[in-house]
């Protein structure tokens, strides 16, 4: 009796244990990058700090982000026609051939060659987006900065059920003409409370973009001794609640 329940339990164990291995591997959920680069002309990349810090950023972006075949990097320029202005549409290509039948020295090597051919995808897409920080616009669209344009991007994005993750290099000074716009070069926000007041606001119009809950960066041309009168905080508000009201999950400064 006690050696018929120990070759029960043998079994079960064993069908059990193939059972769970012979599940497949999940992997992770693509990432959809989006890098919005004002090319505005209030925004300098020439400037010796502005540039250390986007091109740091752009290289930060792309390390945590490009990780996998099918990851996704588009990148938008910012000005008066935001939603027309993509400037770059890459996805990643280098793939990881299926291990899970290999030996230990197989796996080590398949893991190197993808490591090594993803690097250099990196290094390619780095080089790429470093090419568009750098682009000048000197056109009559520099004279407007349309953030708003940014959302129906995001809402694309969204629908493709990646991880969306969106990047803004500008200093977040929406400036359109219009009764029903913002022009913060002429009308900022005054504090915090307006600002509130006026992304609440803008959200009950702006809620026909469904933007999901990506992550959100807005990474700021600043010094860190800038003044309120260039670097106001009600304005940093502004996009943090705006954005919070269309239901970004996470909404961050640099």
């Known amino acids: 009796m006690n050696r018929l329940i120990i070759i029960c339990i043998l079994t079960f164990w064993a069908v059990a244990c193939s059972s769970e291995k012979d599940k497949p591997v999940r992997s992770e959920e693509p990432v959809y990058t989006l890098i919005f680069l004002d090319k505005t002309r209030s925004v300098n990349v020439n400037k010796s700090f502005v540039a250390q810090k986007y091109q740091q950023a752009i290289t930060d972006i792309i390390e945590q982000n490009i990780r996998q075949k099918g990851d996704k990097l588009d990148v938008y320029f910012i000005h008066e026609n935001t939603s027309k202005a993509r400037a ?3 996805t990643v290509r280098s793939e990881m051939e299926d291990v899970s039948a290999a030996s230990p020295t ?13 690097t250099r995808e990196k290094g390619q897409i780095r080089q790429r987006v470093l090419q568009q920080l750098m682009t000048q616009n000197d056109g009559a669209s520099n004279q407007e900065t349309d953030i708003w344009a940014s959302l129906p991007v995001i809402a694309r994005a969204n629908e493709t059920g990646a991880t969306v993750k969106v990047y803004y290099l500008s200093d977040m000074i929406e400036s359109v003409k219009g009764a029903t716009r913002r022009d913060f070069q002429v009308t900022p926000p005054k504090d915090n409370a307006q600002a509130d007041e006026w992304a609440k606001a803008d959200a009950r119009q702006l ?34 609640t705006l954005l919070a009201e269309l239901g970004a999950g996470n909404v961050a400064e640099e």
């Open 106 to 118: 197989d796996r080590e090597a398949a893991e190197t060659e993808f490591n090594l051919s993803l």
């Open 207 to 240: 809620k026909r973009y469904t933007i999901g809950s990506p992550e959100i960066t807005m990474i700021l041309p600043f010094e860190p001794n800038a003044a309120v009168k260039e670097n106001n905080p009600a304005v940093t508000q502004y996009w943090q």
């Open 88 to 90: 770059l549409n890459l």
